[in-house]
């Protein structure tokens, strides 16, 4: 799910007082993977050099980290020795196409705190213990939606088996349950809450029934449901005020769609994407700019004065169709929009006025398979793929490689960065590398 942006537009997407000394959400302080300005985490590491420390995790889970003051909270969904009953069993629906195979033993969702210091656990709470009625592809995992704070509660979502707050402390305020989603083919869900001041978003775009949900923050209530003519997007809501009407923006197959917070009304659409729309929608405060690149490439960048459809609109600033990632969602820079082709090492940057390629498919050497998503931080971006390889890039016109770091660790979830911290989630250890002892 953005990292550019001046300090005005910085000020608009960050509605969270002392957010930026933390990284409150999936793509930090101003929830488009900008790292605050004071953050200068390291260039260079590998299995013994700068880790401060490594903890080690239980369970699996793909959820990107955030950070409040002295806490870094993780997600976890751990298969139990209990297998159910005959009657224990979610009910299937013979008539719906999955690939995938519902397991047979109740799950632990589980919400972890890790102390940001010393990497010891302080509390685990288990939100919810349940059989799963769907598999999920066998890179995904049952915890995907990534934890939300606003420094009051931790917002944590594992989709069909609840929507909860937490205190700061593990102590459980509220939870919502809003039934089953079948995601397509059986291959998971990854519902991320997003917050934006005394509100909370959900995306619930499913095969059937999809909606867009706005939550009271302090309560859980809910204030609005949306319906939505989608099939499953698995991206999160993009928040940004404009004259005085802030919107919420969602990626999806059929339309890009923007919505008012107030009423859950919809402001504009736009038609273009790809089938399963997964990278979310970034802005600038004057475009919005949104991709997906599943068995197709698109990339269009709306206006956000927009009303009704505009897909055929000579209004849209520009569209671009070729080499837009699938999984990865993009990062908006200094006038460049940065993408990796598809689920690859290959990178395009454009030129965010014109959607002109300032570079087009160029390999960063060492990447595999990249999942997570690109984050920046002090002039650098850092590119991590699914084997535990992070490169870091200088941020300008040409792909100039500062470094070439490995770990011994599957990772999925986005590099998060915090002061001259990076935490990496991977599969068996959260990492945090750090150049201060």
Known sequence: MPRFLPLFVTLLLAPVAGAADNWPSWRGPTANGTAAATADPPVKWDATTNIKWKAPLTGRGSATPVVWEDQVFVLTATKTDREAKPDELPPQDPSRKVNTTAPKHFYKFEVISFDRATGQERWRKTAAE???????????????????????????????????????????????????????????????????????????????????????????????????????????????????????????????????????????????????????????GEFAYVVSGYRGAAAVAIPLDSKGDVTESKTLRWRYGKGTPYVPSPLLLDGRLYFTSANTGLLTILDVKTGKPILADERLPGLTTLYASPMTAAGRIYFVDRVGTTVVVKAGDTAEVLATNKLNDAIDASPVAVGKTLFLRGEKFLYCISSEK
């Open 130 to 284: 349940a059989v799963p009625h769907e598999g999920h592809h066998e890179t995904h995992s049952y915890a995907a939606g990534s934890p939300a704070t606003d420094g009051k509660r931790l917002y944590v979502s594992f989709g069909s088996f609840g929507v909860f707050a937490f205190d700061l402390s593990g102590k459980q305020l509220w939870k919502r349950d809003f039934g089953r989603i079948q995601s397509r083919l059986g291959w998971g869900e990854a519902v991320t809450p997003v917050v934006h001041g005394d509100t909370v978003l959900l995306n619930w775009d499913q095969e059937a029934n999809s909606k867009l949900i706005a939550l009271n923050a302090a309560t859980g209530e809910t204030r609005w449901e949306t319906k939505r003519d989608e099939k499953t997007s698995w991206n999160a809501p993009c928040v940004v005020e404009y004259k005085g009407v802030t919107q919420v923006i969602v990626n999806a197959t059929d339309r890009i769609r923007s919505y008012d917070l107030a009423t859950g009304k919809e402001i504009w659409q736009c038609g273009g994407m790809t089938v399963n729309a997964i990278p979310s929608v970034l802005t600038d």
